[in-house]
């Protein structure tokens, strides 16, 4: 092996020359990059949309629709991380960013059924779509829950946004009407139940310009088809339309005396009273409050009675019975139950009584405790057994008529009303009678009436042979009888009228009779003077002897 090296030669490198060729792919490049970046900036934001079910929801096909215009398309449905619902991940067009706020709504539009009639029944043919409301909120927002029930204002239109909060137990729901004096002026939009304050929250849309009609003294309650209600007058029925029976709604209103009132803001919070009496009620919130201890049994007083001076209403009955602030039924020894009631000077309007505060009020009132003001439960409705509490003036004395403090509340005398008196005077003549021997009197006077009995058994009897009699066959003869011989009665008085034959053979014979009796006359006269004469003869008269002469 030769130990010679062989030297490397070192040559310059050669110049590199660029193909023209080469420029086709690096242009194909370039438009593929803007292309692609063009691709991206215009496929706009991605949203995710939270679903309770997919039901016709597809990706790649269901679109997102704003003023009936595509703004969106569903890329891919999925179920949710929890497994309870359905997550649809939504690309928006790039000119829907300032849209995407968080109070936007998302609903999906398919055929419905419901008080409004039939909607959506575009999408049988062309399948369901997301309705997309954008919102009035500033903050930007990519995760959004869809509606269950498509809102019933629609997007854009002018009017004011209020929010009712309800306690009690009404039902609604969205799309119910607001009405004003029968005429519709918006809807129930939202409904959501806040499970803390266990208060549901009702979303409200005043059209304008009726949202005119809304002020600070507004009420709202539920209007009801039917309306029945019993008071101290009677039984009250009013019906509606038969649209208000079928959709019910909401109504409002203010009181006659506060009609006026400043504007509200947008967003303004209003109770949703359960009816309008309680709306009404619910204004006089000035009150006065005074505890009456009652003999009287409180069955058929209730909470919200009215209390009255001579048929005009002054207060409410607020608490029956009333335990507490130191009253209770070991409070008086005759259990006595307490009533707590409320006077509402905003009733008397127009009076003294009206500006009066509540010291003035208790200073003013006490002074009529001696002239005999009292407190009595009186009947409102002898139908239902409704009560109330009546203020009257009354000369009864009681041995409960005080007055004065129990702790906070000042007490207001009371006494027993009529009705009790009258149970009293009942149960005393009931002991006064039991007291009786009635036992004697009883026996007596069954006595008498098994004698009556036996009377009037007799009398039938006798009645009953009467009417065999009058009922025979001799009975109905004898009119026939008796009219026949009246006949021939009126027939032999007829032939002894004047100028007829027999009347006058009866007149001569009557007038030989008189001559006959005429000359028979001398002979009776002789005979009664001399009854020898018929044997006899009569005795000659004496023969006159001559005077002489003087």
Not at 83 to 97: N, Q, S
Not at 318 to 345: C, D, H, Q, W
Not at 512 to 517: E, G, I, M, T, Y
């Given at each position: 092996?030769?130990?010679?090296?062989?030297?490397?030669?070192?040559?310059?490198?050669?110049?590199?020359?660029?193909?023209?060729?080469?420029?086709?792919?690096?242009?194909?490049?370039?438009?593929?990059?803007?292309?692609?970046?063009?691709?991206?900036?215009?496929?706009?934001?991605?949203?995710?949309?939270?679903?309770?079910?997919?039901?016709?929801?597809?990706?790649?096909?269901?679109?997102?629709?704003?003023?009936?215009?595509?703004?969106?398309?569903?890329?891919?449905?999925?179920?949710?991380?929890?497994?309870?619902?359905?997550?649809?991940?939504?690309?928006?067009?790039?000119?829907?960013?300032?849209?995407?706020?968080?109070?936007?709504?998302?609903?999906?539009?398919?055929?419905?059924?419901?008080?409004?009639?039939?909607?959506?029944?575009?999408?049988?043919?062309?399948?369901?779509?997301?309705?997309?409301?954008?919102?009035?909120?500033?903050?930007?927002?990519?995760?959004?829950?869809?509606?269950?029930?498509?809102?019933?204002?629609?997007?854009?239109?002018?009017?004011?946004?209020?929010?009712?909060?309800?306690?009690?137990?009404?039902?609604?729901?969205?799309?119910?009407?607001?009405?004003?004096?029968?005429?519709?002026?918006?809807?129930?939009?939202?409904?959501?139940?806040?499970?803390?304050?266990?208060?549901?929250?009702?979303?409200?849309?005043?059209?304008?310009?009726?949202?005119?009609?809304?002020?600070?003294?507004?009420?709202?309650?539920?209007?009801?088809?039917?309306?029945?209600?019993?008071?101290?007058?009677?039984?009250?029925?009013?019906?509606?339309?038969?649209?208000?029976?079928?959709?019910?709604?909401?109504?409002?209103?203010?009181?006659?005396?506060?009609?006026?009132?400043?504007?509200?803001?947008?967003?303004?919070?209003?109770?949703?009273?359960?009816?309008?009496?309680?709306?009404?009620?619910?204004?006089?919130?000035h009150q006065y409050k005074y505890v009456i201890l009652f003999d009287d049994s409180v069955r058929g007083l209730y909470p919200g009675a009215t209390v009255e001076f001579r048929g005009v209403r002054v207060g409410t009955v607020l608490n029956v019975p009333f335990?507490?602030?130191?009253?209770?039924?070991?409070?008086?020894?005759?259990?006595?139950?307490?009533?707590?009631?409320?006077?509402?000077?905003?009733?008397?309007?127009?009076?003294?009584?009206?500006?009066?505060?509540?010291?003035?009020?208790?200073?003013?009132?006490?002074?009529?405790?001696?002239?005999?003001?009292?407190?009595?439960?009186?009947?409102?409705?002898?139908?239902?057994?409704?009560?109330?509490?009546?203020?009257?003036?009354?000369?009864?004395?009681?041995?409960?008529?005080?007055?004065?403090?129990?702790?906070?509340?000042?007490?207001?005398?009371?006494?027993s009303s009529g009705l009790a008196n009258i149970e009293e005077k009942a149960t005393r003549l009931l002991g006064k009678l039991d007291a009786l021997e009635l036992a004697p009197v009883l026996t007596k006077l069954q006595r008498a009436l098994e004698s009556t009995?036996?009377?009037?058994?007799?009398?039938?009897?006798?009645?009953?042979?009467?009417?065999?009699?009058?009922?025979?066959?001799?009975?109905?003869?004898?009119?026939?009888?008796?009219?026949?011989?009246?006949?021939?009665?009126?027939?032999?008085?007829?032939?002894?009228?004047?100028?007829?034959?027999?009347?006058?053979?009866?007149?001569?014979?009557?007038?030989?009779?008189?001559?006959?009796?005429?000359?028979?006359?001398?002979?009776?006269?002789?005979?009664?003077?001399?009854?020898?004469?018929?044997?006899?003869?009569?005795?000659?008269?004496?023969?006159?002897?001559?005077?002489?002469?003087?």
């Amino acid at each position: 092996m030769s130990d010679t090296l062989t030297k490397a030669k070192i040559r310059s490198p050669r110049r590199m020359n660029l193909s023209p060729v080469w420029l086709v792919p690096l242009v194909a490049a370039l438009i593929g990059a803007w292309l692609l970046y063009r691709n991206i900036a215009s496929q706009g934001p991605e949203i995710v949309l939270r679903l309770d079910n997919a039901e016709g929801v597809e990706a790649g096909k269901t679109v997102v629709k704003l003023h009936n215009v595509d703004v969106g398309l569903v890329e891919k449905v999925r179920l949710s991380k929890d497994y309870t619902g359905a997550v649809a991940e939504i690309r928006m067009k790039a000119d829907m960013d300032p849209l995407l706020v968080k109070d936007t709504q998302f609903w999906v539009v398919k055929p419905r059924v419901g008080r409004e009639g039939i909607s959506g029944l575009n999408t049988i043919l062309s399948g369901a779509y997301i309705q997309m409301r954008p919102g009035n909120d500033q903050s930007s927002a990519r995760h959004f829950k869809a509606l269950d029930q498509p809102p019933t204002i629609r997007t854009g239109a002018a009017g004011l946004s209020l929010e009712l909060i309800s306690t009690g137990d009404i039902s609604l729901t969205i799309g119910d009407p607001i009405v004003y004096q029968g005429q519709e002026v918006g809807r129930i939009d939202s409904a959501e139940f806040n499970a803390q304050t266990l208060e549901m929250h009702y979303g409200v849309l005043i059209r304008a310009p009726f949202d005119k009609l809304i002020t600070q003294n507004t009420q709202f309650w539920p209007r009801f088809g039917i309306a029945f209600e019993i008071t101290s007058e009677g039984v009250r029925v009013q019906t509606g339309t038969l649209e208000a029976m079928l959709a019910g709604g909401v109504t409002f209103g203010a009181p006659p005396k506060l009609k006026g009132g400043k504007k509200v803001q947008q967003g303004a919070k209003f109770r949703l009273y359960p009816s309008r009496q309680i709306a009404q009620q619910d204004r006089y919130d000035h009150q006065y409050k005074y505890v009456i201890l009652f003999d009287d049994s409180v069955r058929g007083l209730y909470p919200g009675a009215t209390v009255e001076f001579r048929g005009v209403r002054v207060g409410t009955v607020l608490n029956v019975p009333f335990f507490g602030g130191g009253f209770g039924m070991e409070y008086s020894k005759t259990f006595r139950i307490p009533v707590l009631i409320a006077f509402e000077p905003q009733r008397l309007t127009g009076t003294t009584w009206a500006q009066l505060d509540q010291k003035a009020w208790q200073q003013q009132l006490s002074r009529l405790f001696p002239r005999g003001l009292r407190a009595t439960i009186k009947t409102a409705n002898l139908f239902t057994g409704a009560m109330f509490v009546d203020l009257a003036f009354t000369d009864q004395k009681s041995a409960h008529d005080e007055a004065g403090f129990q702790g906070q509340y000042p007490l207001l005398p009371s006494h027993s009303s009529g009705l009790a008196n009258i149970e009293e005077k009942a149960t005393r003549l009931l002991g006064k009678l039991d007291a009786l021997e009635l036992a004697p009197v009883l026996t007596k006077l069954q006595r008498a009436l098994e004698s009556t009995s036996e009377v009037m058994n007799k009398s039938q009897i006798t009645m009953a042979r009467l009417n065999s009699i009058l009922g025979g066959e001799a009975m109905r003869e004898l009119p026939a009888e008796f009219n026949a011989t009246l006949d021939e009665l009126r027939k032999t008085l007829h032939s002894y009228q004047q100028g007829a034959p027999v009347y006058d053979k009866l007149n001569r014979s009557l007038g030989r009779l008189n001559q006959v009796l005429d000359d028979l006359a001398p002979f009776v006269e002789t005979l009664h003077d001399a009854p020898s004469a018929l044997f006899f003869g009569g005795n000659a008269p004496e023969d006159p002897i001559p005077q002489a002469a003087k």
